[in-house]
């Protein structure tokens, strides 16, 4: 819910109507990113479970270098001295996927910090094709010129990479957290919307205080569904990618 005084509406050079509108819908979708990739059946999230411990395996397994479920931790507890293995053991991992549909999920500062760091050190021998597509065209924001592309704005290792606000960043208490997913999400997992997010206004609701009272209201589900043929040692059509403890 908004409160917004009229006296803005009435001195305003702007449309208010539309950054209201647009600060609703980013609030509900950061909610529904929240709860999707972070959400362990709590209130905080809603009752429900998403990513973080729906996979099979029950949470982030902190073992350098090994695998439970679909889990995988990375060779350290911090992205910043990861090597290309460790984004490359999720990728073979994975099973029963549309291997067209796969891509990474991960927050612009693991990628800038991770895979990115990897691309442009020159102690790792690596070179900017780390980060092309399978068409050769390169996608590394930093390299972007003119007219933002309609796909994805980042690849890894041949697969696309999407960006998210509710995904950890790069912090000194890395141990223990997942920094990225990999995997058909489309085949493992289900948003479902019961209603579209619905924005309303009411010049009654705070008629005291000369205020316009915007709402926005949605539903939805959040279910980890594509995981059932995974093992305590068999990866799914997801897998997450943790730092070691």
């Known amino acids: 819910l908004i409160l917004t005084p009229m006296v803005l509406f009435e001195q305003s050079a702007t449309n208010l ?8 819908m980013e609030a509900y979708y950061n909610l529904v990113d929240d709860v999707y990739f972070n959400g362990t059946g709590t209130a905080a999230f809603l009752d429900q479970v998403g990513l973080k411990v729906g996979l099979t395996g029950g949470g982030t397994q902190n073992t350098a270098s090994t ?3 679909s889990y995988w931790t990375g060779s350290t507890n911090t992205v910043t001295s990861w090597t290309t293995a460790d984004f490359l053991k999720p990728m073979s991992l994975v099973n029963n996927l549309n291997t067209g549909r796969a891509c990474w999920i991960m927050s612009r500062q693991v990628y800038m910090q991770g895979p990115l ?3 442009t050190a020159a102690t790792t021998g690596m070179n900017p094709d780390f980060l092309i597509n399978s068409g050769n065209t390169y996608m590394v924001p930093s390299q972007q010129r003119g007219a933002a592309p309609a796909g994805p704005r980042a690849y890894l290792l041949g697969e696309p990479v999407y960006f998210s606000q509710r995904m950890s960043t790069v912090t000194s208490a890395d141990a223990g957290v997942i ?3 990999y995997g058909d999400f489309v085949t493992g997992s289900i948003i479902g919307h019961r209603t579209q997010l619905e924005i309303a206004s009411s010049s009654e609701y705070a008629f005291n205080k000369r205020a316009l009272a915007t709402r926005g209201f949605g539903e939805f589900g959040v279910n980890i569904c594509g995981d059932g043929r995974a093992t305590a040692t ?8 943790s730092a070691s403890t």
């Open 67 to 69: 695998q439970q479920g």
């Open 117 to 119: 760091r990897l691309a």
């Open 179 to 181: 920094k990225a997913y």
């Open 17 to 24: 109507g539309d950054t209201i509108s647009e600060s609703l």
């Open 234 to 241: 068999q990866c799914g059509p997801i897998c997450a990618l």
